[in-house]
């Protein structure tokens, strides 16, 4: 499972990355099949509280690509409500085998 994150126009911390690593991989134990993730985190209107976008896509074999997006004050609370959606639509899936 690799993991690739991208930011748009700005410069990521690394305590943002280790963050989003730590929380990605807990993907892996709801489906070890997961190939790819993609996180890709924006802000949106700086001037605005809310600004922080984070889109999370996960790839799993014999199975639609699976997207989340979601704006927040933070990065880390926009990234653990894609986590959150994400790991719902991953346990759909484990239900319908």
Same mark, same amino acid.
């Given at each position: /499972? ?9 410069? &990521?911390?690394?305590?943002? +990355?280790?963050? &989003? ?5 807990? *993907? ?6 997961? #190939?790819?993730?993609?996180?890709? *985190? ?5 001037? +605005?509280? /809310?600004?922080?976008?984070? *889109? &999370? ?11 989340? +997006?979601?704006?927040?004050? #933070?990065?880390?609370?926009? &990234? ?18």
């Amino acid at each position: /499972m690799e993991t690739r994150i991208k930011a748009i126009h700005f410069d &990521i911390a690394e305590k943002l +990355t280790a963050f &989003i690593n730590k929380k990605t991989e807990r *993907l892996g134990r709801h489906n070890e099949n997961i #190939t790819d993730i993609d996180v890709t *985190l924006k802000v949106v209107k700086p001037e +605005t509280a /809310m600004n922080k976008e984070a *889109l &999370i896509k996960v790839q799993v074999p014999q199975h639609d690509d699976i997207v989340a +997006t979601k704006v927040a004050d #933070t990065f880390e609370e926009a &990234i653990d409500l894609c986590i959150e959606a994400i790991e719902r639509q991953l346990e759909k899936i484990k239900g319908k085998k």
